[in-house]
């Protein structure tokens, strides 16, 4: 599982350097698909990171407002800063933690039951779908998008 999360962290960073040519105007432009834009869809799949897994310790999940995050480096100053949060808990993973019921109390009444590992399995893939979305964005833009590649990223070191 740290595998996919250390996966996700370095897309996430040479998605970044790829945006950092884009003017602004193009990082908040209203696309279809994604979270709506490049920016939002960032300050999105960050969000949906820290929130699920501070919800799972049974910590505070206070909502972030997008407004206040309207250029690139203050989308990545919130990733930092959230990150900490998210790699303790990544690194602290433990196979016990995988079937640990989750109750999600919705506000209509609805309750689901999920297991922690699905959870986060569903963080790290609701990760990689986005970073899809963006490569289409970079393909509409005319430009090469990153590599979603595993092979390369040096997460596994060979014996």
């Given amino acids: 599982m740290e595998t996919f999360f250390r996966y996700n962290w370095i897309v996430r960073e040479q998605w970044y350097t790829w945006c950092a040519d884009l003017p602004p105007e193009e990082l908040l432009r209203q696309r279809t698909g994604g979270a709506g834009s490049i920016l939002k ?14 919800l799972l310790q049974g910590k505070p999940d206070e909502a972030e407002d997008f407004a206040h995050y309207q250029t ?5 100053d919130l990733d930092r800063k959230l990150h900490l949060d998210v790699e303790l808990f990544v690194r602290a993973w433990e196979p016990s933690m995988e079937k640990r019921a989750y109750i999600d109390r919705r506000t209509d009444g609805h309750v689901e039951l999920a297991a922690w590992g699905e959870i986060v399995r569903h963080v790290i893939a609701h ?29 596994i070191q060979p014996d």
């Fill in 41 to 54: 869809t960032f300050f999105h799949v960050i969000d949906v990171e820290w929130s699920w897994l501070q």
């Fill in 72 to 76: 690139l480096g203050a989308v990545r």
């Fill in 127 to 155: 990760e990689i779908h986005h970073m899809g979305q963006l490569s289409v964005w970079a393909r509409e833009l005319g430009e090469e998008p990153v590599s979603a590649n595993v092979i390369g990223k040096r997460l």
